[in-house]
């Protein structure tokens, strides 16, 4: 399906003929789509021929999708893993796609860690904070606000949580990209 082809982003759900998927990879297709429209951008393709799904741990789906005036292409990876995206030329394969999200998710966790000391001196107040997400921590303007009212110390502690999740997370993903036997 071209750009011009779809009127909307469900358009692509609808053109994908989701009964040949399970209906644990259809869930999946359903929340990149989500994530993208969340972001207005506007799928375009899904390439089923690179996309990989490692039942019912995660899937990495190569997209194109358009945004304002561009088309770009990416790598997504939803599943039991924070959904994120990197674009598409920082991985030639579903497998290197790995590769680039496990450092991703170590940077995230680096920033974290930088951050972690003045977060401990925050006042205990409630306060809005910018949910940490892959995707805002790594820089990009998508972000959602909420309120918490939490001490410092168990903001502290949510951070700390969050940062070793990101740890295991990309440690997880080096052990998948090195599995000579899923990817054959």
């Not at 053109?15 to 789509?33: H, Y």
């Not at 304002?68 to 920082?90: E, R, S, V």
Request: aromatic share 8%; glycine share 2%.
């Amino acid at each position: 399906m071209t750009p011009e082809q779809s009127s909307h982003p469900n358009d692509v759900i609808s053109s994908l003929d989701l009964a040949r998927f399970s209906p644990w990879c259809q869930s999946q297709i359903i929340e990149i789509v989500d994530y993208c429209q969340k972001r207005s951008w506007r799928v375009c393709h899904i390439s089923e021929l690179q996309s990989r799904q490692l039942q019912p741990v995660l899937s990495v789906w190569q997209i194109s999708y358009q945004e304002m005036q561009n088309t770009k292409t990416a790598w997504f990876i939803n599943g039991d893993l924070p959904i994120g995206h990197i674009p598409y030329q920082q991985a030639s394969s579903a497998r290197e796609a790995l590769l680039g999200f496990s450092r991703k998710y170590l940077f995230i966790a680096q920033k974290l860690r930088k951050q972690q000391p003045m977060e401990n001196r925050q006042q205990s107040q409630k306060v809005s904070v910018k949910q940490k997400t892959v995707s805002n921590i790594s820089g990009n303007k998508d972000t959602d606000e909420v309120v918490k009212s939490n001490s410092p110390e168990q903001q502290s502690h949510n951070t700390s949580h969050y940062l070793q999740s990101l740890v295991k997370a990309a440690a997880d993903l080096l052990v998948l990209y090195h599995d000579d036997g899923i990817w054959r």
